[in-house]
């Protein structure tokens, strides 16, 4: 049975949604959002927990909030010992995905997406614009449409078969629109935007971003990261600073980059953060590859019972595989982790059976079976539900 590759995708602006941080707040993961906010020197709680569709509907809050939520779901997701073999990200997410591969530190990954997200309202406010989905056309016909409306309009993303994204003036989206029906699109659907992302309107914030681009430490991703400008997959450091500041004045490739991964093999599309934007336009464009999303804690359990039916996926790059039969034993609190004098790989145990302590409090497994490793070190500090150690299931 081949194993199953992961691609870890991540969503852009247009996904957040008002209260979208609280099911999270319990959760070990939610320790980013404290960090996030001292780097960015703004309230990153409030913003995901408080703040209002109209006010999370600014571009800067928009960001800055999806990309932190992001980075919590990555964070309870990898707690989980589950790793992707490719990372992608949609527009911001792309943000999200770099620091997933480790290309970028997460502070500096919040250092950028606040600069971004400032310097793209600044554009905004000085150059207004819109922008609008074409539905029902094909990618060809929609570049037509905004070339014979003689208008400063522009494709902005290509999102997925008959899904097309225009941006520029409201006269240009409006003309443009028109003539996309007349070549047979299905319906123009208005997105409530201040600004023309993705188009030359976007030639101020592109400057800008390309000096806060340049202070930052790009490092290799550990592993391949597919970029919006070309649809590819990028290994190396050195190019995304030219990446992302062709990102904002062009258009978003994205039904290339899932095709780009589907070549690559992926055989699970897994989306981290709020919404589920991505998992629905990968159902449109490569249906054969498997679905799902992770946006708050419920969804967790959801995706080990999916990998549960799964075929093995590699673990990490010594060579490590998580079976179907497998199941993960959690920390029960906080502290030091001590585990069982004698516990090893091969190990057999009960339903009950101590394995090890958390400070003072027990960890007990909730299922029988061969004790394959432990994921935590003796004498390591781990916090609530962190995995301790993996079990091969017998009953």
């Given at each position: 049975m081949s194993a199953t590759q992961i691609a870890f995708t991540y969503p852009g602006q247009g996904s957040q949604a008002p209260g979208m941080g609280a099911p999270w707040t319990e959760h070990p993961s939610w320790e980013l959002v404290g960090e996030a906010g001292e780097v960015a020197e703004r309230d990153v709680a409030r913003l995901l927990l408080e703040a209002d569709a109209e006010e999370l509907k600014e571009t800067r809050n928009a960001q800055l909030s999806t990309f932190v939520l992001s980075m919590v779901v990555l964070d309870a997701v990898e707690r989980l010992g589950i790793e992707p073999t490719m990372h992608a990200g949609h527009s911001l997410g792309e943000y999200s995905a770099l620091v997933g591969s480790g290309a970028v530190s997460f502070a500096d990954g919040v250092r950028l997406v606040t600069e971004r997200g400032n310097a793209m309202q600044a554009a905004a406010d000085a150059t207004p614009g819109t922008m609008a989905a074409v539905l029902?056309?094909?990618?060809?016909?929609?570049?037509?449409?905004?070339?014979?409306?003689?208008?400063?309009?522009?494709?902005?993303?290509?999102?997925?078969?008959?899904?097309?994204?225009?941006?520029?003036?409201?006269?240009?989206?409006?003309?443009?629109?028109?003539?996309?029906?007349?070549?047979?699109?299905?319906?123009?659907?208005?997105?409530?935007?201040?600004?023309?992302?993705?188009?030359?309107?976007?030639?101020?914030?592109?400057?800008?971003?390309?000096?806060?681009?340049?202070?930052?430490?790009?490092?290799?991703?550990?592993?391949?990261?597919?970029?919006?400008?070309?649809?590819?997959?990028?290994?190396?450091?050195?190019?995304?600073?030219?990446?992302?500041?062709?990102?904002?004045?062009?258009?978003?490739?994205?039904?290339?980059?899932?095709?780009?991964?589907?070549?690559?093999?992926?055989?699970?599309?897994?989306?981290?953060?709020?919404?589920?934007?991505?998992?629905?336009?990968?159902?449109?464009?490569?249906?054969?590859?498997?679905?799902?999303?992770?946006?708050?804690?419920?969804?967790?359990?959801?995706?080990?019972?999916?990998?549960?039916?799964?075929?093995?996926?590699?673990?990490?790059?010594?060579?490590?595989?998580?079976?179907?039969?497998?199941?993960?034993?959690?920390?029960?609190?906080?502290?030091?982790?001590?585990?069982?004098?004698?516990?090893?790989?091969?190990?057999?145990l009960d339903t009950g059976d101590l394995i090890g302590h958390v400070g003072t409090e027990e960890v007990r497994t909730a299922f029988a079976g061969e004790l394959h490793g432990m994921l935590a070190l003796p004498g390591e500090r781990v916090a609530p539900s962190q995995p301790i150690a993996w079990l091969r299931i017998t009953a």
């Open positions: 029902g056309l094909d990618d060809e016909l929609v570049e037509l449409a905004c070339q014979k409306s003689k208008q400063d309009v522009f494709v902005a993303n290509f999102n997925a078969p008959g899904q097309v994204v225009i941006a520029g003036t409201v006269e240009g989206v409006t003309a443009a629109g028109e003539l996309a029906k007349s070549l047979g699109a299905k319906r123009i659907m208005p997105i409530k935007v201040g600004g023309a992302f993705h188009t030359p309107f976007m030639a101020a914030a592109r400057e800008r971003l390309h000096k806060a681009l340049a202070d930052v430490d790009f490092r290799p991703p550990s592993t391949p990261v597919v970029a919006n400008v070309d649809g590819a997959l990028h290994s190396g450091a050195n190019e995304w600073i030219r990446l992302l500041s062709d990102q904002l004045t062009s258009p978003v490739r994205w039904r290339q980059s899932l095709h780009t991964m589907e070549d690559a093999e992926a055989s699970l599309l897994l989306e981290l953060g709020p919404g589920t934007v991505l998992t629905g336009m990968a159902k449109r464009t490569v249906g054969s590859i498997a679905n799902a999303s992770v946006s708050d804690p419920a969804s967790l359990d959801r995706l080990l019972e999916k990998l549960a039916h799964s075929p093995k996926y590699e673990r990490s790059p010594v060579g490590e595989f998580l079976f179907a039969s497998e199941r993960l034993v959690v920390s029960p609190a906080s502290g030091i982790f001590t585990p069982l004098a004698g516990a090893a790989a091969g190990m057999r």
